[in-house]
């Protein structure tokens, strides 16, 4: 399956922004279905947000509305997500997942993301 990088993580403060980007480094972009999802220390890893393949559908987690978009530049084989106005309980790791079909997927590394307050 698709090998998958993710970075643009980092610390910033309560408030701050930053945007993550997936590259794909080894099949065009465009043949997957791209979510992000993040995981912070004894959770679960939860969904945060979602975007088809041609770009033109989105979906997103109740608690990020509003304040993370989700895109994609098929062109640069590259999703992003832009996290706006992050709070504390967004410290996690955040990882990238490309999904082919509901069984044929890859994920990430990831990339901590940590937000001080």
């Known amino acids: 399956q698709v090998r998958l990088v993710e970075s643009g993580g980092g610390v910033v403060q309560t408030g701050g922004s930053l945007r993550l980007s997936c590259v794909a480094e080894?099949?065009?972009?465009?043949?997957?279905?791209i979510q992000w999802y993040r995981q912070a220390p004894g959770q679960e890893r939860e969904f945060v947000a979602a975007i088809r393949r041609s770009g033109g559908i989105t979906d997103y987690a109740d608690f990020v509305q509003g304040r993370f978009t989700i895109s994609r530049d098929n062109r640069r084989n590259t999703a992003y997500l832009q996290m706006n106005n992050l709070k504390p309980e967004d410290t996690a790791t955040y990882y990238c997942?490309?999904?082919?079909?509901?069984?044929?997927?890859?994920w990430g590394q990831g990339t901590q993301v940590t937000v001080s307050s």
């Open positions: 997942k490309g999904s082919r079909t509901a069984v044929l997927y890859s």
């Open positions: 080894d099949r065009p972009l465009s043949n997957y279905d």
